[in-house]
């Protein structure tokens, strides 16, 4: 037999010509990408009993969807194939069958009763937050977590820590190449034991958004004037970091809230709760300075083959490193404006310019300008109860809980002075602890 040629104008051909060479372009694109990256199917390796139950539920029904597809399909390929014209078979004449319709509608029933038993068992055990060990409120906020410990008195944020350098790569000459956590990096972890209960009480305090880790198997809604319940206990043996993101879109740096779990042993966990909740955030700071000091090693050991002209590059680069080494707590202090001035923009990074913009312009329509503002060159002390305080009715919300007295005076100094602001004038930490 022979089928037509299928013959197309030419400027469907050219289109069609051109579509084949995207689709290469793209395909091989698409799988060099995938050879770099870890890439693998299915959840995330489960390190919680319901985070298990959750893998072993959904291997199940997949199994079993399996094995409906290839009975299902194998049935209709071999009548079609057993049946085909060219046998000259003959085709049944009948047109109702209740035997028939019985069976189709009684078996895949049964499929779905027992695909239901082992998902609502799962389902209630996911439910049962009773009997846990300790219990932590998570708030969602646009656009970081809020955690607070409610068997003791830590709380804190958790603010996205990836570089700011990293995400805006609108300029390619200065495009810093993203790290290995792009996007997924905190400053602060939330702590958690292995082998204890946890249970979390989740709400938000703007808009919804999701708590979700994908290896505990939580994943909850955060709505506003609700509270959510779900909890976890993560396997002895399986501490380390796990990381989780917000998952129900929330606005606009929605992307940018992820979640970072610790997981430490019970023991290590009682400690870091009877330091006040300090001790890893030390740790971090630690392993910096350490971080510091092997590459100022290593350079000094560098100078000293070159000669007496690069150790003094090397007595020069010491004192930067310390300087760049974390203050101690700095209430004695005296501080200048430029060092205000630099703390202030560093807060802003992080903490401002989502709303407001990383060039002080803030958004039209939806959250206002720093640069030019005249609230924010306007009265001092009024510009202090603003930022420590939020404005009730707005998106502006209350950072005294977050930032400390030097953030808090390095950012108003900041804004009173930078994007061409020009009041002249320095909040110091003092003014700011005058009003806690
Ligand atoms: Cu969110």
Redesign the pocket.
């Known amino acids: 037999m022979v089928f037509p040629r299928m013959v197309f104008p030419k400027p469907v051909k050219t289109a069609l010509n051109k579509l084949a060479v995207a689709s290469t372009l793209l395909t091989s694109a698409l799988f060099s990408g995938l050879a770099q990256a870890e890439y693998r199917l299915n959840f995330q390796d489960p390190v919680t009993s319901v985070a298990r139950e959750i893998y072993d539920l959904h291997m199940l029904i997949f199994w079993i969807c399996v094995v409906i597809f290839v009975v299902v399909f194998g049935f209709m390929f071999y009548s079609i194939f057993a049946h085909r014209k060219s046998k000259n078979y003959e085709a049944a004449q009948f047109s109702h069958s209740t035997k028939v319709e019985v069976i189709w509608t009684v078996i895949p029933s049964i499929i779905l009763v027992l695909m239901a038993w082992p998902a609502t068992l799962v389902l209630i055990d996911m439910e049962d937050t009773t009997m846990s060990d300790l219990t932590i409120k998570i708030t969602?906020y646009?656009?970081k977590w809020g955690y607070e410990y409610l068997d003791s008195d830590i709380s804190f944020y958790s603010t996205l820590a990836t570089p700011r350098e990293q995400i805006d790569q609108f300029d390619e000459a200065n495009a810093v190449p993203p790290g290995e956590n792009y996007l997924l990096e905190v400053d602060n972890y939330l702590v958690v034991p292995s082998g204890r209960k946890v249970r979390a009480l989740i709400t938000a305090n703007d808009v919804i958004?999701?708590w979700w880790i994908p290896a505990f198997g939580t994943k909850k809604d955060a709505i506003p004037g609700y509270i959510n319940e779900l909890w976890f206990n993560v396997d002895e043996g399986k501490e380390g970091l796990y990381r989780g993101q917000?998952a129900?879109l929330?606005?606009k740096d929605?992307a940018f809230?992820p979640i970072v779990a610790k997981v430490v042993t019970g023991e290590e966990f009682d400690n870091w709760v009877a330091s006040g909740g300090t001790s890893f955030a030390a740790d971090a700071i630690a392993e910096a300075v350490d971080g510091l000091e092997a590459a100022v090693a290593e350079v000094a050991e560098v100078a000293e083959q070159a000669g007496d002209a690069m150790a003094e590059v090397v007595e020069a680069v010491v004192p930067a490193a310390d300087a760049a080494a974390p203050e101690p707590t700095v209430s004695a202090k005296t501080w200048t404006k430029d060092e205000l001035m630099e703390k202030g923009a560093a807060v802003y990074q992080t903490r401002c310019q989502a709303c407001h913009g990383p060039d002080g312009k803030g958004l039209p329509g939806a959250f206002p300008a720093i640069a030019g503002s005249e609230v924010v060159m306007g009265d001092r002390d009024a510009q202090i109860d603003l930022v420590m305080f939020g404005k009730a009715g707005t998106a502006m919300a209350a950072f005294a809980g977050q930032l400390s007295d030097e953030e808090m005076a390095g950012v108003l100094t900041y804004q009173r002075n930078a994007f061409g602001n020009n009041v002249g004038d320095v909040v110091l930490p003092a003014d700011i602890k005058a009003k806690r």
């Open positions: 969602g646009q656009w958004h999701a917000c129900e929330c606005g929605h809230m």
